[in-house]
Structure formats: C-alpha cells, structure tokens
C-alpha cells in the first residue's frame, strides 16, 4: 500500500467520486484557486473546471443554503469549511432545512449533501476556532456525523458519505491534515456507521474518535509495560453509532473508559455512558470514566491549552482508576 497524507487521502475521494458523478461538486472558501485552506483540493480545480470546484465569498450562509437547494434540485454538493466554527453561521441551513427535508416533505426530497472541514482545535486559535461540535449535530435527527482518525478511514467513508443520499457532517482535524498513513490504490469504501478495533486488548475498553485517540494509543503502549491490556475502539462515526461493538468489547474486558476532545456537558461519552449502563450494566466491574476538555471556553495560553486539552496522562490515570490500582 502506498503512504499518503490525511489532506491526499481528502482529495483522492472527491476527485474520484467527481470522475465518477458529474452532479457532484465542490463549494467552499478558496478551494479553487488556492487549492483549498489545508490543500486538501489541490489540484481539482484543474482537473474539473470552475463549474465543479467553486470559490464562494465569506458567506456560510449563503453558501450553505445555496448546496442544500442545490441538493434538493439532484446535484451532491460538497461543502468545505474553513472550521466547522464558521459553519455556526450558517446553521440553520444545515439543521432547520438539510436535516429536516426528507421528513418533512413525506420522503419527495432527498438532500444528498456533504458538508465537511476540521473541528476542535488546532493551537492557539482562540475559543471562538477551537470548538468540537460533533455532538451538536450528532444531536440532530437526519444528520450523519462522521470523525475519522486516520487516511485509510478518511477516504474510505468520505466516498461513502458523498454517495449517502442524506446530510452528512464530516469532520476533519487541522493538525491531521499533515499524517502519513496507508492507503491501497484500488476503489474502496468503509460503510457508515462501523467501528473499528484499533488495538485488541483483555483489561480496558476506551472509546474514542478524531485525532485525540492518539492519546489513547500513547497511554495503551505505557501501559503495556506494566500488563495492562487496552482494547481502543475507533468510533469513526459518532451518529449512527456502533453500539454493538462498543458493548461488545465492554462484555470482554467489563471496564470502559471514553475519551473525546469536548466539553463534558450532554457529550458523546455521555452517550456512550449511558448506553453501556443500560444495556451492559451487569458486566461491569467498574464505574465508566470519561475523559474531555475541561468544562471552559478553550484558552490561548499554551499553558492553559495544554491543561485544557486530555492527554495519555489522564488516559492513564482513568484506566488505573477502574482497574483499581
């Protein structure tokens, strides 16, 4: 298999979804002309023409209303944010009227859209850049929300979203764009909706998705070394959810910890919490812990940002916790 960047892997499945379907395309700020933000279009606007790689003004929500009519009309937009921050002014486009379309018009319209970018932070970008909203939108009937980890899974379920004939939140990560991973040549897609066992393991489940699971890989190998066995469950996408493979893995190992970059209040992991409770309650050994940013607006200080942020620290320190050691 061949190595390739999070950002390559980005635009090989647009590109190949775009050779595939003339109606779909691609709309966002400065996608065409300077490649895209992060790169992640480098490329296509030569390849496609400025009819199928579009430069949009600083305009969420005239962009993001004009993909869903488009959507509605039997186009397959996809729409690039700059942050999924800046989506927040065009939300109502997403949530009151790409989520709700289908149902609402007794299934006469289908809005087969895409709309992706990074989410949580990158650095010291400030509170107002540095937001993880996955499960706002997760909380939204008729939206899928999709935050793969790595290339292979990256371009694997971004095909699968683009061909969805639903609304699909898809969000990436700015300090991902630059990871190296394995990605085979051929045609593939990964089905939404399934998680993946990273890491086979005996003593801990932990849960987690986005680029802060490589904190969960750097705790499991620490505590390797002292025979801890971790199991790390990629969730890959947060709706729908993989509530088998979750309470799967729990019913092995009878010990769960979650780990997610986001505020704490009405969480993934307090989804995930609940769910294993109520349908695993009985095989656990412990109590679940969870692991998030602190409950603040995320700071500039690097100080602060570092505090703010989890770390394989205090993935180490909840495993021992329900391990009781």
Request: aromatic fraction near 8%.
């Amino acid at each position: 298999m061949r190595t390739i960047q999070f950002r390559e892997a980005i635009c090989e499945a647009m590109s190949e979804e775009m050779r595939r379907d003339e109606s779909i395309y691609l709309m966002g700020e400065e996608v065409a002309e300077y490649n895209g933000a992060y790169k992640a279009s480098k490329g296509m606007l030569a390849e496609f023409g400025e009819k199928r790689v579009i430069d949009t003004p600083i305009a969420e929500l005239g962009f993001t209303g004009i993909a869903v009519g488009s959507a509605m009309n039997g186009n397959r937009p996809i729409v690039e944010y700059m942050t999924f921050n800046f989506c927040l002014v065009g939300i109502d486009q997403i949530i009151n009227n790409a989520a709700k379309m289908r149902q609402m018009t007794g299934g006469q319209f289908n809005v087969p859209i895409v709309f992706r970018g990074p989410t949580a932070s990158a650095g010291q970008l400030g509170a107002t850049h540095s937001q993880a909203l996955e499960n706002w939108f997760a909380n939204t009937p008729g939206l899928k929300v999709i935050v793969p980890s790595n290339p292979y899974d990256a371009k694997g379920l971004l095909k699968s979203a683009i061909r969805d004939d639903d609304p699909v939140i898809f969000m990436e990560s700015e300090q991902m764009y630059g990871d190296k991973g394995e990605v085979p040549d051929g045609e593939y897609t990964i089905p939404i909706g399934v998680a993946d066992i990273k890491r086979e393991g005996t003593d801990v489940t932990i849960v987690s998705f986005g680029k802060i699971i490589k904190e969960a890989y750097i705790a499991a190998d620490e505590l390797a070394k002292e025979g801890i066995s971790c199991e790390i469950i990629d969730l890959r996408t947060v709706r729908p959810m993989d509530h088998d493979a979750i309470l799967t893995s729990v019913k092995k190992t009878n010990r769960l910890v979650v780990l997610e970059e986001a505020w704490p209040f009405s969480s993934v992991s307090s989804e995930i919490a609940y769910i294993v409770q109520e349908r695993a309650f009985d095989y656990l050994d412990a109590p679940i812990q969870r692991i998030t940013t602190a409950d603040t607006p995320a700071p500039y200080s690097p100080v602060l940002l570092k505090e703010w942020l989890p770390n394989s620290e205090d993935v180490i320190k909840a495993v021992k916790k329900v391990l009781n050691k």
